[in-house]
């Protein structure tokens, strides 16, 4: 796989500092998974973390505080044994879906298209897009920001393509209609912190039954 | 500098000397800036986890302790979380620290880094009640020896990071604290915070080599 659009650094750093919405996070997470690059990235803003923590301030701990802690030290745990997931989801979309691509509850959304919401707390959402091949999805804008990786198949829009492991970002700048290429359907994993916004009229009317 | 394993074969004596040596010399440094002795630092750190992790040395622990917990409580306060909240979750980071001890992976990251990640998690659990969705591990073999000289890399990337973010202006530093305390949303994060773009791209590329070498 070879991947051409990643994260950007802010959104690896926000992820490293905790500070993104659990939605994004696993699209983040789930990208890391495939792409070196962004992995060696992470642990990068992860160790300025621990920059900050160890050269920041120092407040001291109840008298009784270590004795508490030694108190409560149990049996470590054996590690877990470290495997690739098997099947076609990386492993943290399939902590979400409580299984493989078989185990996922997809709804129609019309024109073919089916999506599954993933449970997510913090506002933002995060779904699976099932898109057959060389099919569109509608014409829409963004009023916040929207993060689609793609983990089979590709889609196209006015600003490139994307294949597997790619990540699109799209902002409020960007009103894009992405086709999915002739070939294997396109599978997808999207976040949005807002809802999109529908040019057309039937996907707006639409929009609160499927919560797009 | 000491390899992990000449200090780990050295009785816990002269560990825990060295270990409280260096919090002295901290301590008694102007501003804290002693960059000879946080590379020693770092290196202490190290092998007293690893008695943690290999022999559950509680004495290791209790220094650990003694170093960490005050820093975790003052980022959970930085964080919004009362000092109450706080002391109680930098108990629960340490016990974390001993109970996932088995994962600590010197070659990855450096135990304040690792520590971070911990209370991080923690936090995330604690303040915001969300879950934190992980990458998938990578599967590194049957191998689980660190590389000594990636353990001393990860040292010496973590002085240069350490050295370069004590030397930005006060302004920078405090936004990029601000960042890692929770208290920037991810659309207020820039780069302009003033990160040294320069030392996080070197070591950034030195992560992807050593990676690459660890999956070859």
């Keep these: 796989m070879t991947i051409r659009h990643h994260l950007t650094d802010q959104l690896m750093m926000a992820y490293a500092a905790g500070a993104l919405p659990e939605a994004f996070s696993l699209v983040v997470a789930t990208h890391v998974s495939l792409c070196s690059e962004c992995r060696a990235a992470l642990a990068t803003f992860e160790a300025v973390g621990g920059a900050v923590l160890d050269t920041g301030e120092a407040v001291p701990v109840g008298e009784d505080s270590l004795a508490a802690t030694l108190a409560r030290l149990g049996e470590p745990e054996s590690a877990p044994v470290r495997r690739r997931a098997r099947g076609m989801l990386p492993a943290p979309v399939q902590d979400y879906v409580g299984g493989d691509i078989d185990h996922v509850k997809w709804r129609s959304v019309g024109m073919g298209v089916r999506q599954a919401i993933l449970p997510t707390a913090d506002g933002a959402t995060v779904r699976l897009l099932h898109i057959p091949a060389g099919q569109s999805m509608p014409d829409h804008g963004h009023r916040g920001l929207e993060l689609t990786l793609v983990l089979q198949g590709a889609f196209r829009d006015s600003t490139d393509r994307f294949g597997p492991g790619d990540v699109e970002i799209a902002t409020e700048s960007l009103d894009h209609t992405p086709v999915a290429e002739a070939g294997a359907d396109c599978i997808c994993l999207a976040a949005t912190d807002a809802r999109l916004r529908f040019h057309s009229l039937i996907p707006r009317l639409a929009q609160p039954f499927f919560r797009i | ?216």
Excluded at chain 2, 124 to 151: C, F, K, N, S, Y
Aim: hydrophobic letters at 45%; glycine letters at 4%.
């Design chain 2, 1 to 216: 500098m000491l390899t992990n394993t000449a200090l780990a074969e050295k009785t816990q004596g002269p560990i825990y000397r060295l270990a409280r040596t260096v919090a002295a010399n901290r301590l008694a440094s102007p501003g804290g800036k002693v960059f000879v002795t946080v590379e020693h630092a770092e290196t202490d750190w190290v092998s007293l986890m690893l008695r943690v992790r290999d022999a559950q040395d509680k004495a290791a622990f209790a220094v650990l302790f003694r170093h960490f917990a005050p820093r975790i409580k003052a980022f959970l306060m930085k964080s919004g979380a009362s000092a109450t909240l706080a002391e109680e979750c930098a108990q629960d980071v340490m016990a974390t620290l001993w109970q996932k001890a088995e994962q600590f992976d010197p070659a990855r990251a450096s135990v304040a880094t690792w520590v971070f990640t911990i209370a991080r998690n923690r936090r995330i659990d604690a303040i915001r009640r969300a879950r934190r969705p992980e990458p998938e591990a990578l599967d590194w073999g049957p191998d689980t020896e660190p590389d000594q000289a990636e353990v001393y890399e990860v040292a010496q990337e973590n002085l240069r990071l350490g050295a370069a973010l004590a030397t930005l202006p006060d302004k920078q530093r405090a936004l990029i604290e601000r960042a890692y305390y929770g208290d920037l949303s991810h659309s207020e994060i820039a780069l302009e915070t003033g990160l040294p773009l320069g030392t996080i791209k070197s070591r950034i590329r030195l992560a992807l080599e050593r990676l690459r070498h660890q999956m070859s």
